[in-house]
């Protein structure tokens, strides 16, 4: 049995530790918001915070998830997810969408650690996040937006 | 794919009385309007928790709803739901095709919401295609432009005429606004939703109003857009996200060379994995069905699978250029010829030439392929970003040996799709509903490639190689132009080939090429059409793609022979080609053209047509001195006729711009023997955030004409203005791509 708690609550899942969390959180759980994508760390579509800090769900087995707290895209609450979230509607960022689960994942672990990030900040912090429809320069305006909603 | 719809230049429709055509929407539904029983659907349709595609999964609201036409249903609570009849990918349609239908009923923004058209060819056929439902040719907002605004407006007036029976006032007294009915004399105020009911006993008009452009409150206006919410929060629901009670998850090994067959396989240590539920050969592999996809992975990975790759396409890329080139050495079939090339090429003062190779490119969207199918008493029923209904219908009826009518299509969210979606053969659909069928039963299946599956599927731009000469005379203007295009056709053998493939000229190889728009007295287009087992299929602006990046660092090179300065030597050779012009003044002018940049920057311009609408770009960019570089500015000016939703056109400026720099930068696929060599973004490389340019300006020409698509336009533009710019900064042209500086 493998203990995960996700958004604050615990499911005890009976399944193979070596499976990748994504694929707990959406086959097992049944939390959809949090996308496949690559499989290899190379895309950040399926981004989670796990203690707090981003990670890449789809190489991270679920052995390693027990005990922790993941957070996921439908789990955001906090005044600064919100404020991320705001932003990204408020310069309508998306397009295809599938990517900005991801993207608003690593924005809110940006914005956590680094309140007021510089250009290069945001561009180290979310060059890991694809996003196809190369919504980038909307992203950039909406980490800024919000860090400004913020201070 | 050009209509009378399209020559519905909004000066034809100005107020007065009009004819309402055989596409409107109005004049389609007089059937579906339906009165009476019918709780249990209203219920389910009222219960529906958020505005958003597939929800409808095909029914039509009914009882209660006022539904004037295919397009609108307005119910008592005074929600507006408009029907979606083109899919969205990203490029903003489900809120440009709301803006034209609120746009004439004056509803309010915020009262509107969305939902995906069932699969329906007669109700939401695209206007360009013929009865076909299909997205795609940037053609969304153009082929609905009037016909939307037409459902709108027929919706209104038989508001109108419901209130005024009530009220016993006259209908040319009533105002509409923000979704309020208003007769300022007896001080009455009502929404939509109060007259739901008695509209629908209202007859819909044959005849209706539209408004002049000084009237529009939405259209022009910067609104925002329909699914932001849902894709912010992650309640946005793609095909990826399906879940359906008992449903399986395929996944499927295929073979790792285009052309191989099935030798035979032993599944014996997959079905061990604890999850597999079923093994299944079918045409294109060999299908693991399992309670999730981890466990089908896992089952994949212990399967043993011989392929016979006797008939298997074994070339390399480098292979294939080379007959590419050889090819070259011939002429080809004549795509368009005016004066005698030849003869003025004989005369010139000066000739040069280039050749140019461009590699297979793959989509890439970021939702890997997928598709939920489950057979059913009825048929069958599919959910899926479905770029072509119709099509997707058809291949699967033939299959399953069902009518078309039976095959329902939830149309959902598509994470990306940049074509791959619309595939001529209905390629990864059939591969699902050929799973479900072979695992028989009426179990969902939800087959999901993975990222590898993806990018090895085939379905690429194709590879091409190109070779053009041009002559100057000695004042430096072009006199002969001579340009061969050697390449795969993405149309023989669709349901295209018939109207765009023509005298062995697929339209598609050529077009950016063969309507060069510089006036060169003699010019000659020519093609070899190249035929291989490696599939290919249109991708971002489809012809584009190749020819915008050879003509456009082509006549950059002319510029230069001419020694006259690029823009004023293009301006010479536009004098009929008037948007052209305008979208190279409007980006030279914002981008500071000609004034001088520091040492190691450049700048360069390029100017393209592609569906109808007209782009320019302008790119800055700095060279290192270990020979990296940067693109550190982009202004693009775009000429898309009447701008239904300005941020929406910058939006896809932006990203189109972006999706197209990546082409200059990394993608590429090449093959080695016959494997696809690239396999996941690591080796695929697609543009990320540190790539984009800090700046990118977008300047819409001001436009009184019909609109013109807006999806892929910017795409082929930004290559050829980015090795514009280094030929500035370096001296060096660039005749491959992605550009190599070294």
């Known amino acids: 049995m493998i203990e995960l708690t996700i958004n604050g609550q615990t499911h005890a899942l009976d399944i193979d530790p070596r499976m990748p969390l994504l694929w707990a959180i959406r086959d097992a759980i049944g939390l959809t918001g949090t996308k496949y994508g690559c499989g290899m760390s190379q895309c950040g579509a399926c981004t989670v915070h796990m203690d707090g800090k981003a990670v890449r769900s789809c190489v991270t087995p679920v052995s390693l998830a027990q005990g922790k707290q993941i957070i996921t895209i439908e789990g955001l609450d906090s005044t600064l997810a919100r404020a991320i979230q705001d932003a990204w509607q408020k310069l309508d960022v998306v397009q295809c969408g599938f990517c900005q689960s991801g993207q608003i994942m690593s924005a809110v672990d940006l914005l956590s650690n680094n309140p007021q990030p510089s250009d290069d900040d945001i561009d180290n912090a979310m060059n890991g996040n694809l996003c196809r429809c190369n919504t980038y320069v909307r992203i950039r305006a909406a980490i800024k937006l919000a860090a400004k909603a913020l201070a | 794919m050009e209509t009378d719809e399209k020559l519905n230049a909004i000066k034809m429709t100005r107020r007065g009385f009009l004819l309402t055509s055989v596409s409107m929407g109005a004049g389609l539904t007089l059937g579906v309007h339906l009165t009476g029983c019918g709780d249990k659907k209203e219920t389910q349709t009222q219960s529906r928790p958020e505005a958003g595609p597939g929800k409808a999964g095909g029914e039509m609201v009914s009882d209660f709803s006022f539904a004037p036409n295919a397009f609108i249903r307005i119910r008592p609570d005074n929600t507006v739901t408009l029907i979606m009849k083109h899919f969205e990918m990203g490029q903003g349609t489900y809120t440009g095709l709301s803006t034209l239908i609120a746009e004439e009923l004056d509803a309010a923004w915020e009262q509107i919401q969305v939902e995906a058209a069932p699969a329906n060819a007669k109700l939401y056929n695209n206007n360009f295609w013929g009865p076909m439902q299909g997205t795609g040719g940037s053609t969304a907002i153009a082929n609905s432009f009037t016909q939307l605004r037409k459902a709108g407006a027929a919706a209104r007036h038989m508001l109108v005429a419901a209130a005024a029976k009530q009220w016993k006032v006259p209908e040319n007294e009533i105002s509409v606004q923000d979704g309020i009915l208003a007769h300022a004399a007896s001080n009455q105020r009502a929404s939509f939703g109060v007259f739901a009911e008695s509209a629908a006993k209202e007859p819909v008009p044959a005849d209706v109003f539209l408004k002049e452009p000084d009237e529009f409150r939405l259209i022009g206006k910067t609104l925002p857009r329909k699914d932001s919410n849902a894709k912010c929060t992650g309640k946005a629901i793609f095909t990826q996200d399906i879940i359906l009670p008992g449903m399986l998850t395929a996944v499927v090994a295929h073979a790792p060379r285009f052309g191989a067959a099935i030798k035979s396989f032993d599944a014996t240590e997959c079905k061990k994995i604890q999850g597999v539920v079923n093994v299944v050969q079918i045409p294109t592999g060999i299908a693991v069905l399992a309670q999730d996809f981890w466990s089908a992975l896992q089952g994949r990975n ?102 078309v009518g039976q095959v329902k299509i939830n149309t959902l969210y598509a994470g990306g799709s940049f074509g791959r979606r619309a595939n001529p053969f209905s390629d990864y659909v059939l591969e699902a509903a050929t799973i479900a069928k072979a695992h028989g039963g009426n179990t969902p299946v939800k087959m999901l490639w993975t990222r590898e599956d993806d990018m090895r599927a085939g379905y690429y731009r194709p590879m091409y190689y190109h070779e053009l000469k041009a002559g100057l005379d000695k004042n430096g203007n072009p006199v002969a132009w001579q340009h061969r295009i050697v390449g795969q056709s993405l149309l023989t ?29 003699n010019l000659q287009v020519d093609l070899h059409t190249t035929t291989l087992p490696v599939p290919v299929q249109w991708w971002r602006s489809v012809g584009s793609t190749h020819t915008a990046y050879a003509t456009e660092t082509f006549i950059d090179e002319l510029a230069h022979a001419a020694k006259q300065d690029p823009v004023e030597f293009r301006r010479a050779m536009l004098k009929d080609h008037p948007r052209h012009r305008g979208v190279m003044e409007l980006a030279a002018e914002k981008a ?136 500035n900064a370096t001296g060096k042209r660039f005749y491959q791509l992605p550009i190599k500086l070294t």
């Not at chain 2, 939702?367 to 997707?392: F, K, M, R, S």
């Not at chain 2, 340019?693 to 436009?703: F, M």
Request: aromatic letters at 6%.
């Open chain 2, 302 to 403: 212990a399967l043993q699978v011989e392929w016979d790759e006797s008939a298997a396409f074994k070339k390399s890329s480098a292979e294939l250029m080379d007959e590419y080139k050889a090819l070259a050495k011939q002429p080809g079939t004549v795509a368009r010829k005016d004066g005698d090339v030849d003869k003025a090429m004989a005369t010139a003062a000066k000739t040069l030439r280039a050749a140019y190779e461009f590699p297979y490119l793959a989509h890439a969207a970021m939702e890997p392929l997928n598709c939920v199918v489950q057979i059913n008493a009825h048929g069958c029923e599919i959910w899926n970003a479905a770029q072509t209904q119709t099509a997707d219908q058809m291949a699967v009826a033939r299959l399953l040996g069902i009518e």
């Open chain 2, 493 to 521: 053998g669709t349901a295209f080939e018939p109207m765009l493939v023509k005298n062995g000229v697929d339209a598609t190889s050529v077009e950016g090429a063969s309507n060069l728009p510089y006036a060169v007295p």
């Open chain 2, 592 to 727: 500071g053209w000609g004034q001088t940049l520091p040492k190691g920057k450049g700048r360069g311009i390029a100017v393209h047509e592609s569906f109808n609408t007209c782009v320019a770009q302008v790119a800055e960019v700095t060279v290192n001195d270990d020979n990296s570089f940067s693109i550190d500015r982009v202004v693009i000016a775009v000429d898309c006729g009447l701008a239904i939703n300005p941020d929406v056109i910058r939006a896809q400026m932006e990203g189109g711009m972006g999706f197209g720099l990546a082409t200059a930068l990394s993608s590429a696929i090449t093959l080695k023997d016959g494997k696809v060599e690239q396999s996941n973004f690591h080796d695929y490389q697609i543009l990320r955030i540190k790539q984009m340019p800090k700046q990118v300006d977008v300047h819409i020409v001001k436009s009184d004409q019909p609109p013109t698509g807006v999806g892929e336009p910017a795409t082929p533009v930004i290559a050829p203005a980015v090795a514009n710019a280094l030929f």
